[in-house]
């Protein structure tokens, strides 16, 4: 079992950005992004592998969010731009042992608490 914790959440105007943090408390997993808004079934958003596929996006987001990692620091990060109220949701990060690129929800074992992100328009 990992820990996670994610920070960086909060309200901004549409066209704005936020950077989204991710801290896992073990090494080797890797680590994605899944949003859920109102009423709404969770949604992948972003991953990257800890070994390898390199970074995958959610079609919706694919071009305005940029996801990075520090494996140093067993963290992951998430640049969002070109913000818009249809990105309103409760971010959160997730951890999988598997070490490919994962945008499956069902093969992340662990979740933080996530990080609500508000756009107004």
């Known amino acids: 079992q990992v820990q996670l914790a994610e920070s960086g959440g909060g309200l901004v105007q549409a066209g704005g950005s936020l950077r989204l943090s991710c801290a896992a408390s073990?090494?080797?997993?890797?680590l994605g992004w899944f949003r859920q808004a109102p009423g709404k079934g969770r949604e992948f958003v972003a991953a990257i592998g800890v070994r390898g596929g390199g970074p995958k996006y959610g079609d919706s987001v694919a071009g305005r969010f940029t996801i990075s990692s520090d494996n140093a620091k067993n963290a992951i990060y998430l640049q969002m731009s070109a913000l818009k109220p249809e990105d309103t949701a409760v971010y959160y990060c997730a951890a999988t042992p598997l070490i490919m690129t994962q945008t499956n929800q069902a093969v992340y074992r662990s979740w933080g608490q996530g990080t609500q992100v508000t756009v107004s328009s």
């Open positions: 073990k090494r080797g997993f890797s």
